[in-house]
Nanobody
């Protein structure tokens, strides 16, 4: 069964950090770009970051540039999202999904281009 599983969410104070993990089972991440999306209550799903499969090119939404870092460890079949300097507006459910191999080099992210969505992990930034 092809599946992505997110973990690492939680409650953190503003200015704090979290590292999210996206682990694959049933398939190899090597051939896919992996994207992180988030959805806050009452808002549309937003593309946050993406990393390509081959050259490691990356995409970041303007709202997270300089604060979030995406990386992948193909040996562990896992992609990570390091989130620093968290803000209350980062509060959302975070999802990972698989996309076309070179997607990280694009200027935008569209959820319709991704599949094999995980179940999501809640990130809450609050004092």
């Amino acid at each position: 069964q092809v599946q992505l599983v997110e973990s690492g969410g939680g409650l953190v104070q503003p200015g704090g950090s979290l590292r999210l993990s996206c682990a694959a089972s049933g398939f190899t991440l090597d051939y896919y770009a992996i994207g992180w999306f988030r959805q806050a209550p009452g808002k549309e799903r937003e593309g946050v970051s993406c990393i390509s499969s081959s050259d490691g090119s990356t995409y970041y939404a303007d709202s997270v540039k300089g604060r979030f870092t995406i990386s992948r460890d193909n040996a562990k079949n896992t992609v990570y999202l390091q989130m620093n300097s968290l803000k209350p507006e980062d509060t959302a459910v975070y999802y990972c999904a698989a996309g076309p191999p070179k997607y990280g080099g694009r200027a935008t992210m569209t959820s319709a281009d991704f599949g094999s969505w995980g179940q999501g992990t809640q990130v809450t930034v609050s004092s």
